[in-house]
């Protein structure tokens, strides 16, 4: 069986349009750049000391591994080839400006889930493409943007794609060195009984969450009528494979911590990009009530509370938080706080 080539893939959708060329040529230097990156991650221990921690986040205090760093540097050494002209990265304060007559702006997570790249399990690059638009391009909301997707460092390196004609996934061939079209037209289910939290956190949760999480771990004696399974791999970008694979809902809600009013994840290169992914492939991503993708940012790194995945189950997440009428047995529950603390 033949697989169509990723570059085949972009270079049928862009044609002659010169912006689609542009978006076309970074897809392909962050494919480079996370190839790279793969081969780190697959040599593990044997690669250096790439779990250590080297620094932490100014903004919000989250620590930085070396391989975070690295990751960070790849991406944007292989995007300085690319048309774009500026490029923002959880890892720097500040966007860097790189070509100037770039008509791109590229924001990403270079390694999500990497409090994790120790322990052997699946992490991954994020990124969103915009159009440059002057010094605010990366803060645009997620339905401006062209592209986006994320690399999953796993079993397989496969790389999760949406131009906004559907969510594609492709898979790295270590044989041809090339992506490969694996599934052309992801659908996520609309109904599940999977749901993804740290569970950890259920103190400090709002009523609408614990009364939803509730509710699905009541299972077939609960409201919902039918049991629930808890899967939490902590690496966003393996729940979100999961999802597009077998359906299924995140939620990274805000929560009563300090630091964590907005829950923990990045809007501009995190939650914008999944969320288009999500969208383009029948699913959903709010911020507990509002889609996600018509958000405006108010700076690179702000975070945002998170739901996405099957379209059904995200609605009735939304129904929990504003106590809605077809939840008549949980409605009194309701209490003053929702998913979004103020
Ligand atoms: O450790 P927690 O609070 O459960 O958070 C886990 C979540 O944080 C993340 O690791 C955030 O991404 P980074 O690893 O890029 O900081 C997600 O991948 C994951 O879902
Ligand atoms: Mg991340
Ligand atoms: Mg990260």
């Known amino acids: 069986m033949t697989h169509k080539t990723l570059q085949d893939h972009l270079a049928g959708w862009a044609g002659a349009d010169s912006l689609r060329q542009g978006v076309a040529e970074s897809v392909h230097a962050l494919a480079g750049a996370a190839v790279k990156i793969a081969e780190l991650i697959a040599a593990g221990p044997l ?32 995007l300085r080839l690319a048309p774009v002209a500026v490029f923002g990265s959880e890892e720097a304060e ?22 994790n790249i120790d322990t052997n399990i699946s992490v991954g690059t994020i990124f969103s ?14 339905n401006r943007q062209l592209a986006a997707g994320f690399f999953v460092y796993g079993p397989q390196t496969s790389l999760v794609l949406t131009v906004g004609e559907g969510t ?15 599934n052309e037209r992801v659908s996520i289910a609309a109904e599940t009984n999977e749901y993804a939290i740290n569970g950890s956190n259920a103190r400090h949760w709002d009523n609408a969450v614990r009364c939803y999480i509730e509710d699905c771990q009541a ?11 808890t899967r939490w791999v902590a690496s966003m970008v393996a729940e979100a494979y999961r999802i597009l694979a077998r359906g299924g809902v995140y939620l990274y809600p805000g929560d009563a911590r300090k630091g964590y009013a907005k829950g923990r994840l990045r809007l501009v290169y995190e939650a914008n990009p999944i969320a288009f992914v999500m969208e383009q492939a029948d699913g959903r991503a709010t911020d507990g009530s509002r889609r996600i993708l018509d958000i405006i940012p108010s700076k690179l790194h702000q975070r945002i509370p998170l739901v996405f995945g099957s379209r059904g189950e995200v609605e009735r997440i939304a129904r929990y938080q504003i106590g809605s009428a077809d939840l008549p047995e949980r409605a009194p529950l309701f209490g003053k706080r929702g998913l979004l603390r103020a």
Do not use: C, W
């Open 47 to 78: 690669a250096g000391e790439m779990a250590k921690v080297r620094g932490y986040h100014e903004e919000g205090g989250d620590s930085q591994k070396e391989l975070d760093a690295i990751a960070d540097g790849l991406v944007l050494e292989a």
């Open 94 to 115: 500040e966007p860097v400006a790189l070509s100037p007559s770039g008509m791109l702006a590229i924001a990403v997570d270079p390694l999500d889930g990497s409090s």
């Open 168 to 182: 594609q996934i492709f898979v790295h061939d270590r044989l041809s060195k090339k992506f490969l079209l694996a």
């Open 129 to 142: 493409i915009l159009p440059f638009t002057g010094p605010n391009s990366l803060i645009q909301p997620g």
């Open 219 to 229: 299972g077939a004696d609960g409201p919902r009528g039918k049991d629930f399974n």
